[in-house]
């Protein structure tokens, strides 16, 4: 997420477009080149919203950049069409149409088969572009005759021509589109797409439907990709036919690579050494074709050497020289924030049925089969309002298994789940989170390229927005109750003094915290703890007891752990599993004596059960 400082990018980008007339000029850019440039830029805002910053890489975006291009030309020299500028917003909605009917095809896959279809969808588009409907795209001959913007003011009329004067329209245009794109970015919906790009399993899990806001992503990229689609028709007189080809696309990617992907100018930036190299080259130098191999050799090293692109690069070394201030006062703040009293325990959400008194959750005959493995068997288990449970077992005697059961990460073979009265069984993760019972994970499940406070911003959006809304030019700081939740959340996992830093640069200890503040970020009535205390240090584990006693407080807890001392020490009863199945249930103590659960437990140790 791009740091907000009120209305810098958006000034420096405005004095960026005003200077670059009297600047590239000299550095060696035509008219033509600069205006080519933007072009692609626009068309990399886009793809920049849903590549770098949702994590998804197409290569299908030639599809909407001439379905865009195409729809604007076509309404401008054969239906007669006179509004150059009404054109390109009809082309731009046609491509995200397409880019919504597509996006539901495609995104049924991820990674690379994702990748695969949108390249197959593109190749079908450049066939229908060069047959079917070759009598109103022209065919291999294009559409020539795509007039040049002008506006009648009333009392004049301003027309722009080639070179300069169109990039005026053209740069106009690129502000426009980078002020939109900054606007989503900083959005709620921009905050959940970055999550979705770090970790798409943790942002279903705290309540996103990840599924509506990867279409939303995708429809954006085509919406600009047809805006400048129909640019690159107006700026050449002509809409090309090669608009269709998967040269255009692979182009998109590699400048976006080059430049940097997740900064929005990144693509710009990618255009802009793409173009001035292939001029360069094979005018200047008269490399003819072999400019690519120059362009090959830079794209390697780059993506080698600057894995951030370059602006990504100059924001790494920006980052370099103001963090190392940052981190110190950090530091010196982590010293104070470790000695200060943990806060009032925060409200959980409100009850759905106030009027439900029974068991806060009941699970009744739960099975989960892996093929012939039978990982629970038959589990019956049942949990009252504010009670703290503590499940214990054997490695392998499927207490995982039976968590994700009840969060609905997984279905269960055959049972039951019932969650204040309401049956949950084969409800999605997302939507039992949203009915308020969620849990913190064995192995971390953090959004790993944002810092402590976005990801505690993630999972309270989910609570305060619920699964899915199109807010997309609302400001973070205007969602009513954010910054309160965030920053009583990080008092309560203790890391207020860590706010602001990055995940990855977090000790083990805090990162628990962190999984364990993602949960309770979501205000959860019922919250799971897989294995809290696993792999911490002594001190993490005295620290992070007291943090569970005081998370506690007000609220239903079931924890899973191995070590028994602190797990007895904080909870009610203990149910203990082995090989799938309830062994016991009992308190504390009870556990702690019985000669089966010694048996199973520690196969047969004499004496009481020991940490
Ligand atoms: N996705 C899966 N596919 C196949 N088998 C699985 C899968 N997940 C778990 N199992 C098996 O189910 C059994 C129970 O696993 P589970 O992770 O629930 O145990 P656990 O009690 O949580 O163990 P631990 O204390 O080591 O975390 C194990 O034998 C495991 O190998």
Known sequence: ????????????????????????????????????????????????????????????????????????????????????????????????????????????????????????IAEVFYFVEFNPLSDFTGGENGLPGVPMPSFNLGFTTIHFTDGWSLYQFIALCYFIGVIIALRIVRSPVGAIF?????????????????????????????????????????????????????????????????????????????????????????????????????????????VCFLRGGIVGGLADLYRLVSGKRARKEAEQQTEIGAARPLPAPMQAREVAHPAYSGPILKATGLTKRYGGLVANSNVDFSVDQGELRGIIGPNGAGKSTFFKMLTCEIAPTSGQIVFEGRDITGLKVTEVCQLGLTKSYQVNQLFTGLTVRQNLTIAALAELRGKFRLDLFRKLANVKGLSEQVEHTLALVNLTARADTQVAELAYGEKRRLEIGLALATSPRLLLLDEPLAGMSPRERVETVKLLKSIARGRTMIIIDHDMDSLFELVQRVTVLQEGRVLLDGTPEEIRTNAAVQEAYLGGVNGEIAA
């Not at 001029?279 to 390697?300: I, P, R, S």
């Open 194 to 302: 970055s999550a979705i790009r770090d970790n798409p399993l943790r942002a279903t899990a705290v309540g996103h439907n990840i599924h509506g806001y990867k279409l939303t992503a995708f429809v954006i990229a085509a919406a600009y990709a047809g805006f400048a689609g129909g640019l690159l028709g107006v700026l050449q007189a002509f809409m090309p036919p090669d608009a269709f080809t998967f040269d255009t696309s692979g182009q998109l990617v590699m400048q976006t690579a080059i430049g940097g992907r997740g900064t929005l100018f990144g693509p710009l930036v990618g255009a802009a050494v793409w173009l001035f190299l292939q001029d360069f080259l094979q005018a200047a130098l008269d490399l003819g074709a072999a400019w690519k191999l120059v362009l090959g050799v830079v794209f390697v090293l780059l």
């Open 1 to 120: 997420m791009l740091k907000q400082r009120p209305f810098l990018i958006e000034t420096l980008t405005a004095i960026g477009l005003i200077a670059a007339p009297f600047v590239l000029p000299h550095l060696g850019f035509a008219p033509n080149t600069v205006n080519r440039i933007l072009v692609w830029g626009l068309f990399g805002l886009g793809f920049d919203i849903l590549f770098g910053f949702t994590g998804l890489l197409s290569f299908g975006q030639s599809a909407f950049y001439g379905t865009g291009g195409f729809v604007a030309a076509y309404l401008l020299t054969r239906a007669g069409f006179g509004n150059v500028l009404v054109a390109l917003i009809i082309g731009m909605i046609a491509a995200a149409a397409t880019g919504y009917v597509i996006g539901l095809i495609a995104l049924r896959r991820t990674g690379i088969y994702f990748a695969m279809i949108t390249v197959a």
